[in-house]
């Protein structure tokens, strides 16, 4: 059973995980660079993170620490909430420290397991250790002051996840009961092509550019952005990635759209008030709201259906505008595709599944 879990990243996910981990009984070591000792520091001060919102309680972590070392060796699981932007950087601090038997689980995966296994390789890495992805985040959540954490929704443990090969799934899963209530997915793919964010985040961040850059801080996408033609678009973007997971063989998992129709119907789900109120931003176009969503799930999404013999005119549009406005090609070398994940074009998904499956 598992005892001692190190959570690493000192965002808002990051202190929201440890706080609810340590409120359960877990111990928990949480840890980021040494860069965000400030923030570690904080929750040393103030006794442990505070939850406000729809997580109530307060949460102390066993140790705060910015030594990969102390962070990483003892832990059972290593529970991974940093952007994907990040995932290199962090594969290469704990790598050094990785002992047999743990359990590292990417939150969100973002197809980060090829990331660590690539760093893992590289540096020759021999502990076995396992690799897997959640499919989208913890919970909803903003750093709002020291220490604290504002929820947005309600904790839920369960979930959905995989393994890289997903012939790990079965033993993580069964190794974190009483932890998390995850099923699997079929493998690493499934949780990234129903990533909600593709199609809640994207065509709506860009269509707000101007007031983003007008409003900055003062902006929040659920609160401004859902106008009748977004959605519209949103809409397009949901039925091509629709047919692009049809054509894998897999099943959309829920109704990307569900979030959007309760905003705008927002008198009828008090649940979501507090998400709707306190879930801000983006307060930049330089921002994970593209940069995330378009180089890991959107890119993805594309590169599968070019493989696949179909189309996305309109996400891939999107990709393309959002990558002008960055100066990032989300399409090409910047995203997640296919192809830079070490499948060469000649590759059918069939046989990708056979290598990533194991």
Request: glycine share 10%; aromatic share 6%.
């Amino acid at each position: 059973m598992i005892e001692r879990i190190t959570v690493i990243g000192a965002g808002a996910t990051g202190h929201g995980v440890a706080a609810v981990l340590s409120m359960r009984g877990f111990h928990v070591t949480l840890y980021d660079a040494s860069r965000f000792a400030g923030r570690l520091e904080a929750v040393e001060q103030r006794g442990g993170i505070t939850l406000l919102g729809e997580g109530q309680g307060k949460g102390t972590p066993a140790r705060v620490t910015t030594d990969p070392a102390r962070a990483i060796r003892g832990a059972q699981a290593i529970f991974v909430d940093v952007m994907s932007s990040r995932h290199e950087e962090i594969a290469r601090q704990i790598a050094p420290h990785l002992e047999d038997g743990q359990h590292i689980l990417i939150i969100p995966g973002n197809l980060g397991s090829f990331v660590f296994r690539q760093v893992f390789q590289e540096l020759g890495v021999t502990a076995d250790v396992t690799l897997t992805e959640k499919e989208g985040n913890f919970f909803p959540c903003r750093l709002t002051g020291e220490a604290e954490v504002t929820v947005g929704m309600p904790l839920n443990l369960k979930g959905r996840a995989a393994s890289l090969p997903a012939s790990d799934t079965r033993r993580v899963l069964q190794a974190l009961e009483g932890v998390v209530e995850y099923s699997a997915n079929r493998n690493v793919f499934e949780g990234v092509i129903n990533a909600g964010n593709v199609i809640n985040h994207i065509a709506s961040t860009v269509l707000s550019a101007p007031e983003i850059e007008r409003k900055g801080d003062a902006f929040s996408l659920f609160q401004y952005a859902f106008t009748p033609a977004v959605v519209r678009c949103i809409d397009k973007i949901r039925l091509e990635r629709q047919a692009v997971i049809e054509a894998m063989g897999m099943q959309v998992h829920k109704n990307p759209m569900g979030m959007i129709a309760k905003v705008q119907h927002l008198e009828e789900h008090p649940e979501i008030h507090t998400f709707y109120h306190h879930m801000d931003g983006p307060n930049a176009l330089d921002h994970r709201y593209l940069h995330e969503d378009c180089g890991c799930g959107g890119a993805f999404a594309v590169s599968v259906a070019r493989r696949l013999g179909l189309e996305m005119p309109v996400l891939s549009a999107f990709l393309c505008v959002a990558g002008t406005i960055n100066g990032r090609d989300y399409l090409g070398a910047d995203g997640r595709t296919l192809e830079n994940l070490g499948f060469p074009p000649e590759l059918t998904l069939e046989e990708i599944y056979r290598q990533i499956e194991g």
